[in-house]
């Protein structure tokens, strides 16, 4: 699995050309290397964590065909995604939101968010 780290400057001024990095993960982590990383941290083994994976999948496919929807009926999702939680924490300790383009995904679609300007607190 390979994390890359960005590093950027900060030029403003006030941040004294300070350096700060952002990590971020390139692929997806598949259920057996999750399991595997939760076994780290706690005192379940990998193989106890990968098969409540598995039966939370066939529990969310069993309700999505046949709990929530008929065949064929279609449904609006909307969900909320405060500004805040696309923040995150610079060298100088501040909270911080960047000005620029952001996408979510699920499944095939992709949704662009906007950040106009960038936001410290």
Same mark, same amino acid.
């Given at each position: ?61 069993? $309700? #999505?065909?046949?709990?929530? !929807? ?5 449904? +609006?999702? &909307?969900? @909320?995604?405060?500004a805040k ?9 501040h ?7 952001? $996408? #979510?995904?699920?499944?095939? !679609? ?5 950040? +106009?300007? &960038?936001? @410290?607190?």
């Amino acid at each position: 699995m390979a994390v890359i780290v960005d590093v950027y400057q900060d030029k403003r001024k006030q941040s004294n050309n300070l350096w700060y990095g952002r990590a971020w993960h390139p692929g997806v982590l598949d259920t057996r290397a999750l399991a595997k990383r939760i076994e780290q941290n706690v005192s379940v083994k990998e193989s106890d964590v990968y098969a409540v994976f598995i039966e939370l999948a066939n529990v969310m496919t069993y $309700e #999505i065909q046949n709990g929530m !929807l008929e065949r064929g009926e279609t449904e +609006t999702v &909307t969900f @909320r995604l405060p500004a805040k939680e696309l923040a995150f924490v610079g060298a100088d300790g501040h909270w911080t939101i960047e000005e620029g383009d952001f $996408e #979510i995904k699920v499944a095939p !679609l992709i949704c662009p968010i906007v950040c +106009t300007q &960038t936001k @410290r607190w």
